[in-house]
């Protein structure tokens, strides 16, 4: 449990949070600096079990996917790895997201694929069913040799680690679809996989699937058939591959994707869905599902591109509350390189829909046009020549995450959306993760008798728009249960406490 009075918002100058503790006066705006920020740890908070981080590995996987440095980097906690010009520190992320792509240049029976013409080349994912005449994925039908760079990163991903792979859907390959364009129908809300051909998609997700099992080493553990299914923005001209499943559509599918897995022999690959782009689409399309597809649905997905808005709670009010599944916040991504949003949006989440997991779009990303400066990546690049540019800071505040709260740990409870507590009991261990939006510096009160008496604190800080880059600090010793430290503006603040715990 954690009171975290924000200096932001005018709603709580004056105002105390009442959880059984003791009242401590909130501040207002003219407050000193030295007035602290409080955070009381409740080891009984139970917020769920962290599951991991991960990415996404289109599309800059298909560019980067050789690169062991890359891999390296997301993929383990080595303290420092080389990658370009920089020392960056080790992601440690667990899950890989594996896009089945959509692409292919061949002929059949007089079709061929229509592209976008504002599609770049590496947003095209060439897909490996190439001939509806041909189902069986061992005949020539199929080209397996495909994709060499994402999935070469798949098993990067795998060796370094990983233990959740998810393998997901843009776009039904180009010869399902109605104008035989994987970037989206003629218009927004138009649906572009031909209802003939629904079996067929179920039946390449499981194809890949099992050959990924068979033939690459890689268990996916799970299975999303869409991709921000319900936005009305997939057109035949748009930068990206991507397809509309209406709520009713994505009923009728799900069943379908998962009696291919089953008679693929992988009764073991969850379904999540529907991987919306807003925390909103993803209420409504899981209210709309009704309760056998539910049934079928093991985990919930959703995009974190909604930002401040969204009803957060209600989702997780509908999934977690009522329906007994999981949530993961599986796609984020903004155009802040300094990492400030993106850590705004961790806390959001965090505090109002309790996600067990949390993936970033693009690895590296060079924005619109391909070629860098957009800030979107945690790496800056240049995709269309294949040159990393910049690390952006928005890297080194991951870290202070992803690093720190790792699989396995217990997440304790919060009520505001600047500080995260995560638990590891076996090992004794208490990780605190605070983030400062503000423009101004204040101070942090920790209040740790329920962990330990005394001790000693390592920390480690980032500040996006100074020159500290996940920096270990001076540790702090602390006596009495309380913690205190200045707490630097724009910046996140990482406390791990080794203890007995109880």
């Known amino acids: 449990m954690i009171r975290f009075p924000s200096f932001r918002s005018p709603a709580v100058f004056g105002a105390v949070f009442s959880l ?88 059949i029976e007089g079709r061929r694929m229509v592209r976008s013409k504002t599609i770049l080349p590496f947003r095209q994912i060439h897909a490996f069913w190439l001939d509806p005449k041909q189902p069986d994925p061992d005949s020539a039908g199929w080209d397996w040799t495909a994709d060499a ?108 994707v998962r009696a291919a897995l089953d008679r693929a022999g992988l009764p073991d690959v969850a379904l999540s869905a529907s991987d919306e782009t807003s925390y909103d689409h993803a209420l409504a399309a899981w209210r709309a599902y009704p309760p056998e597809i539910r049934a079928l649905v093991s985990r919930v997905n959703v995009h974190g591109y909604q930002g401040r808005s969204g009803d957060r709670a209600g989702l997780d009010r509908a999934v977690r509350v009522e329906s007994g599944k999981t949530l993961w916040n599986s796609e984020h991504g903004d155009n802040d390189a300094g990492g400030l949003d993106m850590a705004r949006n961790f806390h959001r989440d965090m505090a109002r829909m309790q996600p067990v997991a949390w993936c970033y779009w693009q690895a590296v990303d060079g924005g619109l046009g391909g070629k860098g400066g957009s800030g979107w990546g945690l790496l800056d690049g240049d995709l269309m020549e294949g040159r990393l540019l910049r690390d952006n800071p928005k890297a080194y505040v991951f870290a202070q995450y992803s690093r720190h709260i790792r699989p396995g740990m217990r997440i304790l409870g919060q009520v505001d959306a600047e500080a995260v ?62 913690l205190e430290r200045e707490l630097p503006a724009r910046s996140v603040l990482t406390l791990q406490i080794d203890g007995r715990g109880r």
């Open 20 to 107: 059984g503790l003791s009242p401590l006066a909130v501040a207002d705006a003219t407050a000193p600096v030295e007035t602290p920020r409080v955070i009381a740890v409740d080891l009984d908070a139970d917020r769920g079990i962290w599951e991991g981080w991960g990415v996404s590995l289109c599309w800059w996987a298909k560019v980067f996917g050789d690169r062991d440095d890359l891999a390296d980097w997301l993929y383990t906690l080595q303290d420092s790895v080389t990658v370009g010009d920089w020392r960056l520190p080790g992601l440690g992320m667990t899950i890989a997201r594996y896009n089945v792509g959509a692409t292919a240049f061949n002929e």
């Open 149 to 256: 760079n994402q999935r070469e990163m798949l098993l990067k991903a795998r060796a370094r680690g990983a233990t959740h792979f998810e393998l997901f859907a843009n776009s039904p390959p180009w010869w399902m679809c109605a104008n035989e364009n994987p970037s989206g129908a003629t218009k927004g809300d138009h649906e572009n996989l031909i209802r003939e051909y629904r079996d067929e998609f179920a039946h390449y997700l499981a194809a890949v699937a099992r050959r990924s099992r068979d033939h690459w080493g890689v268990n996916f553990t799970s299975v999303a058939a869409f991709n921000e299914p319900s936005s009305n923005y997939w057109v035949a001209d748009g930068k990206q591959e991507g397809s509309h499943f209406s709520p009713r559509s994505q009923i009728e599918i799900l069943p379908l």
């Open 421 to 482: 507590v995560a638990h590891d009991e076996a090992a004794g261990r208490l990780v605190v993760v605070v983030l400062n939006p503000d423009e101004r510096p204040g101070r942090l009160r920790v209040d740790l008798s329920a962990f330990a008496a005394g001790g000693n604190a390592a920390v480690w800080l980032t500040e996006p728009f100074g020159a500290t880059r996940y920096a270990r600090q001076p540790d702090l010793a602390f006596a009495g249960g309380v």
